[in-house]
């Protein structure tokens, strides 16, 4: 078990510009979320998938996102048409529901800065 | 609504002095969880505690103890004999079934701990 992981960890684009981010979860949870954090605040909910099921989106989540989970293993974030105010760091985590002790297990995350 | 309040931004104390983090919450559930995160410069997200709502027990773990109050919705968290290794910033986060068990964090108090 490595824990979560994601690529990549910093991003640069110019406005206007499509980027993608993958998140790996640990191998068996079932439950994966993406969050957006900007400085100096906590963490904000995007969405979250059980399985390969997008089962909420926030309305943080413009249509400028999308995310999937093909498989129900990876996910991907992507954010079309950049914009300065998309600069965050994005966070995934993942967690199980068939543990009954649903803790969400925090990735790295990857930085974004829009120029 | 705020539904999860760190009233304290910014916490500076010296080494092995006890400092505690406060957080106050918001929920109709009967049923949820809390938890603290911490989170060093490094930027990744470390879990340290989950707590169901039907476990008022405090918990100790090392130099770390966690106070919950249901009477007065807090779930404080003391760090006693505090060290430079736990400066980072701490977040609170609520996880209610009827929100999908989405996390809601607070803002976060940065703890700094000065040699």
């Known amino acids: 078990d490595t824990g979560v992981s994601q690529n990549p960890r910093h991003k640069i684009t110019k406005r206007g510009q499509n980027v993608t981010f993958r998140c790996d979860p640990i191998?068996?949870?079932?439950?994966l979320y993406w969050y957006r954090q900007t400085l100096g605040q906590g963490p904000e909910f995007l969405t979250y998938?059980?399985?390969?099921?997008?089962?909420?989106k926030s309305r943080l989540l413009s249509d400028r996102f999308s995310a999937e989970r093909p498989k129900g293993s990876f996910s991907t974030l992507e954010i079309q048409r950049t914009e300065q105010g998309d600069s965050a760091m994005y966070l995934c985590a993942s967690s199980s529901r068939q543990l009954r002790r649903e803790t969400q297990y925090f990735g790295p995350g990857t930085r974004l800065l829009v120029l | 609504a705020q539904k999860v309040t760190q009233a304290q931004t910014e916490i500076s104390v010296v080494e092995k002095e006890d400092v505690t983090l406060d957080c106050v919450y918001e929920t109709r559930d009967t049923t949820y969880y809390l938890f603290w995160y911490k989170q060093p410069p490094s930027g990744e997200l470390v879990f340290l505690i989950r707590r169901n709502s039907f476990d008022e027990q405090n918990e100790i773990s090392g130099r770390y103890s966690w106070n919950f109050q249901k009477s007065t919705s807090s779930f404080n968290f003391t760090i006693t004999a505090s060290q430079v290794v736990d400066s980072a910033v701490y977040f609170c986060a609520l996880s209610e079934p009827s929100n999908n068990n989405d996390m809601r964090f607070g803002a976060g108090t940065r703890l700094t701990v000065k040699p």
């Open positions: 998938f059980q399985n390969e099921a997008q089962l909420e």
């Open positions: 191998s068996e949870h079932n439950r």
